[in-house]
């Protein structure tokens, strides 16, 4: 097993290194105030190292999410996504987590308890379809999810890395390396 070793914060000049590979237009970035809008609109914070890739640049497409000129509904889906998830395999696949005591016998009481207790999780932010980071403000380093329901995978140790896989030709390795920063609640699917 390999370790990650701390890494320095991303710049501003790295991320736009880094979008040059994307494949994909960019727009101006979004200044500290846009960024304080949007996490005052929708509720979240985003991590030092998303709030400097979204400074550097905008990726433009169907993937990225459009946080200046984006529709608010498709935007809120797109944050409501993981848990949305996890409510479905609470639904259809029986999903219950043994810290959440005993699961209740009616449906509706079953997914009522289990949004409560995703409500004190971490936010996961889209980066870029269904790839996340934890909204966590003013930290870096975090790795960053492929979410689909319950079915989570790490895609990148940290934002910099995923980028490095998935729109250049760096690999991401078999296992994760030592020193990965584990997700609340999130990182126990990918365990």
Same mark, same amino acid.
């Given at each position: ?15 736009? *290194?880094? @979008? ?5 237009? /960019? ?13 005052? @609109? ?10 400097? $890739?979204?400074?550097?640049? *905008?990726? *433009? ?12 509904? @498709? ?9 949305? +998830? ?8 029986? /999903? ?26 971490? @936010?996961? *932010? ?14 870096? +380093? ?24 998935? $729109?250049?030709?760096?690999?991401? +390795? ?14 126990? $699917?990918?365990?």
């Amino acid at each position: 097993m390999s370790t990650v070793q701390p890494a320095e914060a991303l710049t501003v000049e790295e991320a736009r *290194v880094l @979008q040059r590979n994307l494949g994909e237009p /960019l727009r101006p970035g979004l200044t500290p105030a846009e960024l304080d809008d949007v996490e005052e @609109q929708f509720g979240f914070a985003f991590s030092a190292d998303h709030r400097v $890739f979204l400074t550097a640049g *905008v990726p *433009v497409g169907q993937r990225w999410p459009d946080w200046r000129h984006g529709n608010p509904d @498709q935007l809120r889906k797109r944050l409501d996504w993981p848990a949305d +998830g996890v409510l479905y395999d609470v639904e259809h696949n029986d /999903l219950w987590l043994p810290e959440w005591g005993t699961r209740p016998r009616v449906l509706s009481n079953a997914l009522a308890a289990a949004r409560r207790h995703l409500a004190a999780v971490p @936010q996961l *932010v889209p980066v870029c379809g269904h790839r996340y980071l934890p909204g966590l403000r003013g930290t870096t +380093g975090w790795p960053v999810l492929s979410v689909y329901q319950t079915d989570i995978v790490y895609y990148g140790w940290d934002l910099r890395n995923y980028l490095r896989h998935e $729109f250049g030709d760096e690999p991401l +390795g078999p296992e994760p390396p030592t020193g990965v920063r584990r997700v609340e609640f999130w990182s126990r $699917f990918v365990e």
